[in-house]
């Protein structure tokens, strides 16, 4: 129903606008326990078979809607009901910013693709901690991405991400620092050894909790670039990777579109689980990893858990494929798992890797 008559009508109108309206329906939905209810009873899929452990925090499934589609910190209450087992809300910067201009995300259905320059637009770090103060009713586990103010100097990013990071500390399970959004100017150069190694070290000499935290890759690093980037988070003994964030590569689209922004969906499939085979590989298995790019199926979901993902995000997935997803993936992962002789998702982390 949702690919064959609700799809086509939401993609008649402007990306942004609709992923509002869609926004602010859910957020509705989520304020009420009767609501809450109705739609778990139609989206939601539990079974003891696909929770999992991953940096001490625990999950009920491994199935998290990604960064950048909750931007406004309101989804929370509602993400249970359609299934899922984690949310990562962001991305949050220090300062309250706009964001590039309009029109800056654009569907290639051809592709099953979007491209989105989006700018790291949001309400800031003050305004989401009361955002965030308010949810009453959280039941799944809940990342924060946090970025780079636009204005502020690549210099001083860590004392920006500090800022946001102790600002939102206390409404988090787990914190991701984001380094590699190629939406804002120069911040994939934080991705080198002294920059990261310094955002690092200051943020965890604030974690007075030891709550966990992950750093999110970019796509578009050579091998030589990955490794050293897995170098320093086993140096720093860093929670986990999400691995990977948008790229601006248009290699083999069949959409001609010249936009510039981070194309995320069907085409990055290949390369994002081919970043966590090689980063699963490297570490031994050792370094947590939350696979995200391109997952549009079961098939696709089980494929970056066997290549190493502890867990899986979607975001352009969930846009085509619609409410139904999560319930589907967990559903059928659990078919996966007894097919093939596993006794929960764990066992299948990896699988495919050898780390001889």
Known sequence: ?????????????DPEKIHGFVSSSLSFFGKFALTRRL???LYGYSHPMLRTEVAGMKF????????????????????????FGHIEVGAITRNEQPGNEKPRIFRLPKDLALINRMGFNNMGADRAAGKLR??????????????????????????????????LYDFADFMTINVSSPNTQGLRKLQDKSSLLKIIKTL????????????KV?????????????????????????????TVSRKGLRTKI??????????????????????????????????????FTAEDAY????????????????????????????RWIVGFLKRDGFRNVREAVGIDVSTE
């Open 303 to 330: 494929e970056k858990i066997k290549a190493g993902a502890s867990l899986v995000q979607v975001y352009t997935g969930f846009i085509y494929e619609g409410p139904m997803m999560a319930k589907n993936i967990n």
């Open 1 to 13: 129903m949702y690919k064959a008559i609700i799809r086509p009508i939401l993609f008649k109108a």
């Open 204 to 215: 965890q000499k604030a974690n007075r909790k030891n709550k966990p935290l992950f750093v």
């Open 218 to 246: 970019s796509p578009d690093l050579t091998w030589e670039e990955l490794d050293e980037f897995v170098d320093v988070c086993m140096q720093t003994k860093i929670s986990g990777v999400i691995a990977v964030n948008g």
């Open 258 to 295: 010249n936009e510039a922004g981070g194309l995320s969906g069907r085409p990055l499939t290949r390369t994002a689980t081919e970043f966590i085979r090689h980063i699963y590989k490297k570490t031994n298995g050792k370094l947590p990893i939350i696979g995200v790019g391109g997952v």
């Open 39 to 41: 739609l778990k009873s």
């Open 60 to 83: 009920d499934n491994p199935m998290g809607i990604a960064a950048g589609f909750d931007k406004e910190c309101r989804l929370i209450e509602i993400m249970p009901s359609l299934g």
């Open 134 to 167: 308010a949810v009453k009713h959280k039941k799944l586990i809940v990342g924060l991405n946090i970025g780079k103010s636009k204005d502020t100097s690549l210099e001083e990013a860590y004392l920006d991400y500090l800022y946001t990071y102790e600002k």
